[in-house]
């Protein structure tokens, strides 16, 4: 064996030809190597070479001969080296907080067959590995920062203080949404459209034990309803002709272990809702066209801008699936309500919208809040943002008065598009009637999507598609 006194094992009842013959041959290699293992097809550690102990700071009295190699070095790949038979040539291992460069290969017998594997450790003493490692530090230094960022921006973006409010309402309302954050059962939000719910919603997942799993958002009434079980439940392969072979997730198993928002839930047909009931209850379902029953994790928080009561009366909502989500009801007042909070709001989505580049901030001036406070608000802060994003494009300078918000105000004449534009060609005059006329629609019908598509006589579908194409945030 050219295993010196610094090496250790092999272990008895191993294939000591192979491990000689492999020792033998990279003893030549010895001085470009900081350690070296071997495993045998068991992956248990049958060899390790002595600076290879110390790299792992191993006790001198311990044998870790005979031990699966997980044991010793937790993130070992030498498992998979020998169950593919084939090498890992290059890979990357931290030590301590050192980088080392490792390479992998499978040991064969005449036959070819696995016998086990041999694992090699290089340290930046080889010059032509410095410039890999150097690359991969400064990769992964990348790597972290752009995580630390991305999750300071989830939290600030979603966080309850993105929730802008100084009413009591409204401080009431994020004192009960901290404490149902911490409750893991169904949730219900109530109220107005453009009040907030989504927002409140996300900011209860983030708060929750939860926060780590994903927050999946589903709008019930922009799906086709023919889609709308597929959508929730996923499809099976094969399952109808024309089907995908391979199987499609739904939102139930996409929000596994974390949160699903149900908005718009008032629209939700009966069929899904007895379904939906299943989910709450025994945390199982069945995707299209599969007789394999699924387990999930998910909470719902559900929400809607309708009157449940109306549709419990009429029983187009089931009262058993009402009564199991309602337990944790929030309540968000419409934005008339609080008058207050009006002045806020738009200092924070004034902050969020964009400006000329020579410009540093915008500038409300008094008399224009009092001239919002005075609007009733059916489209709520939904509306309030569109407002202010009219008044900030027609504003000369960084100030926004009260003429500019009069003249944004919906109800006011000159904000047709299509009337102005006297030169554009055919298909932008379509298109800008287009979208005014979902404007109106959505205006008249107080925000409320379902009644402003009948009034335009299109499907709830062809609706929302409309509204995405023209970039409207209803
Ligand atoms: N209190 C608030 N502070 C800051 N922004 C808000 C507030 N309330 C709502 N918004 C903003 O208003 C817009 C509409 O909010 P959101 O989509 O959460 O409303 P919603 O109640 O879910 O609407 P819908 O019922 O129509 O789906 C979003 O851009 C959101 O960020």
Redesign the pocket.
């Known amino acids: 064996m050219a295993s010196s006194s610094k090496s250790t094992g092999p272990a008895p009842g191993h294939n000591l030809a192979t491990i000689e013959q492999a020792v033998g041959a990279f003893s030549l290699l010895r001085e470009f190597f900081e350690g070296a293992i071997i495993v045998d097809a068991d992956t248990r550690i049958t060899w390790i070479d002595a600076r290879y102990r110390e790299l792992l700071k191993l006790a001198r009295d311990f044998d870790p001969i005979g031990l699966p190699v997980e044991e010793v070095i937790p993130h070992s790949l030498l498992r998979r080296v020998v169950e593919t038979g084939r090498p890992i040539l290059l890979d990357i291992m931290n030590f301590d907080d050192r980088q080392f460069v490792v390479c992998r290969i499978p040991l064969k017998d005449e036959d070819g067959r696995v016998e086990g594997a041999i694992g090699f450790v290089f340290y930046d003493n080889v010059d032509y590995l410095a410039p890999i490692l150097e690359k991969f530090e400064h990769l992964q230094k990348q790597l972290t920062r752009a995580q630390a960022a991305l999750t300071r921006e989830r939290q600030t973006k979603y966080s309850l203080s993105?929730?802008?409010?100084v009413s009591e309402a409204v401080r009431d309302m994020k004192a009960m949404v901290r404490r149902f954050a911490l409750r893991d059962g169904a949730a219900l939000i109530l109220?107005e459209?453009?009040?907030?719910?989504?927002?409140l919603a996300h900011a209860m997942h983030q708060q929750s034990d939860r926060a780590d799993g994903p927050f999946v958002a589903v709008n019930v009434a922009a799906i086709p309803e023919a889609l709308l079980e597929a959508e929730f439940f996923g499809v099976a392969p094969g399952a109808f002709t024309g089907a995908d072979r391979k199987p499609r997730k739904g939102k139930f198993e996409l929000a596994h272990g974390g949160t699903l928002f149900l908005?718009e839930i008032g629209d939700m047909p009966a069929a899904l809702q007895a379904k939906l009931l299943r989910v709450l209850q025994e945390g199982e379902f069945e995707a299209l066209g599969s007789n394999t029953v699924k387990k999930v994790d998910v909470r719902i928080i559900a929400?809607t801008?309708q009157a449940l009561e109306e549709r419990l009366a009429d029983k187009s909502f089931r009262a058993d699936l009402y009564y199991r989500i309602a337990v944790l009801t929030i309540n968000v007042p419409p934005l008339r309500d609080r008058l207050e909070d009006i002045g806020p709001?738009c200092d924070?989505?004034l902050e969020q919208t964009p400006r000329p580049r020579d410009q540093h901030g915008w500038n409300i001036q008094p008399e224009a809040i009092a001239l919002l406070k005075q609007h009733d608000w059916p489209g709520n802060?939904?509306e309030l943002?569109n407002v202010l994003e009219r008044a900030a494009a027609m504003a000369p300078s960084e100030v926004i008065d009260a003429a500019l918000i009069s003249r944004a105000l919906p109800s006011l004449p000159g904000t047709n598009p299509s009337r102005r534009d006297g030169a554009a060609d055919l298909a932008t005059r379509l298109a800008a009637a287009e979208r005014q006329a979902l404007l109106d629609a959505l205006d008249s019908s107080h925000?409320r999507k379902v009644e402003a598509a009948q009034r335009l006589g299109v499907s709830r579908s062809q609706f929302y598609e409309k509204l995405r194409r023209h970039k409207i945030?209803?």
């Open positions: 993105s929730f802008v409010g109220g459209t453009g009040t907030g719910k989504e927002l908005d929400a801008s709001i924070a989505l802060v939904r943002r925000g945030d209803a």
